[in-house]
């Protein structure tokens, strides 16, 4: 395939920019704006959420990652050198997103309620050499102590100490990274905690999960290192008719607690987006956490598109001003295809449609509905939609050196001969 040339590029940029500028908006200032977003990338797209405590172990929690692409990161080394090529075809400079069975622990077993901050030594190195902010997760899944299905939650005291003490262990790993690198460590809190079948009792196990949650919080943590975030879900593989951390349970939690909140875009009713709830929940929450994905059918994890829904998303930050006070990561795991792709292909799509969101022009939007000039809007919304936005999207790629249009295949077909082939 053909690629445009520098120049190319640039006079198309020229001419895009002046179509831009007749709507009052700023090209220059946009690309700023966008060049200064981080995004965290989930390092579990790149071994299909398996991490290291375990290898061949399988996954838990309702999680599936379907398909067997030749190539996935088999030990840490591999996957950060996975990574460092997806970072590479994105443009600007982004965050890693670790769960905890990413730990490094040589021979020895170290179980979960174990974990130190010195068991993620080596990611610190890495992210600090390459200028990586990181994001943690406790693991509630993939465990013996998990299989019953219900773990923060649980009726077992034993149990649910041993979850809370992992929770409890990760907070402490996440803020050693924000004091490593300078820069606060969201940790997320999901559980898969659940019942396949209709349930006797709703209200017990929210009520021990809200437990467990505040003993978890219990200590403070300068925010300066770490923020605290807890994700709720709809439905699970083997949690279809109740999920004792449903959206309500959390909202509240949230709320309450002023813990940030995390909007997985997967984790609502098929016809549900999560574009519509930022700015309700921004109004109660400190800060979001958004876990960009995409749902098809039962799976909230599909590599992200650039579809409607993404578009949404990214209107709602930037037109309320959110960007300051939302950390955008990344949440999908797709093992039928190349998974330096899948990264690239999902941040790619994701900081594109902020670039869209970022140009447009939102005080003249805003007026004509104060004006109750509904048709303009209408008019000028659909306008928007066919605006040379690529032309922009390729010059920032060519001004941040990152590949223009799918160039970026040319370099992860090259990776895979060299690097992913040799991994049998
Ligand atoms: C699961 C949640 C959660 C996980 C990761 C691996 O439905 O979305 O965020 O995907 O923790
Ligand atoms: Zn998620």
Known sequence: MNHPTPGQIEQAY?????????????????????????????????????????????????????????????????LRSDLDQAYRLIPGSHRLNLHAIYAETGSARVDRDQILPEHFS???????????????NPTLFSHPKA?????????????????????IACRKVGESFGRALGTPCVTNIWIPDGYKDTPADRLAPRKLLEASLDEILAEKIDPRYHLDAVEPKLFGIGSESYVVGSHEFYMGYAVTRQTLLCLDAGHFHPTEGIADKIS?????????????????RWDSDHVVTYTDDLQSIAQELVRGGFL??????????????????????GS??????????????????????????????LALLEELKA?????????????????????????IRAHEMKVLSQRV
């Open 280 to 296: 309700a929940v921004m109004l109660y929450v400190p800060e979001l956490l958004l876990h960009v994905s995409r749902g098809v």
């Open 147 to 167: 299989e019953s299905g219900l773990t923060l939650a649980s009726h077992d005291p034993a149990v649910r100490r041993f979850w809370i003490d992992h929770c």
């Open 348 to 377: 790619r799509n994701t900081l594109r449609a902020l670039l869209a969101a970022l140009l447009e022009p939102i005080d003249t939007l805003r007026q004509m509905e104060i004006n109750g000039d509904f048709t303009a809007r």
């Open 14 to 78: 020229t001419l895009a920019m002046e179509r831009y500028a007749l709507l009052g908006v700023n090209v220059a200032q946009a690309l700023k704006q966008l060049q200064s977003i981080s995004l965290s990338l989930h390092c579990w797209q790149g071994d299909d959420v398996g991490g290291f405590e375990n290898p061949g172990g399988s996954l838990g929690g309702g999680l599936a990652a379907t398909g067997n692409y030749p190539g996935k990161a088999r030990t840490a080394e591999e």
């Open 324 to 345: 300051q006070r939302t950390h955008i990561g990344l949440d999908y795991f797709d093992a039928s295809i190349n998974r330096v792709a899948a990264w690239t292909i």
């Open 122 to 136: 080596a990611w610190v190195d890495w992210a600090k050499t390459n200028r990586h902010g990181l994001d943690f």
């Open 387 to 411: 605006m040379p936005l690529n032309a922009i999207w390729d010059y920032h790629c060519l001004t941040t050196n990152a590949p223009i249009g799918t160039q970026y295949l040319d370099e």
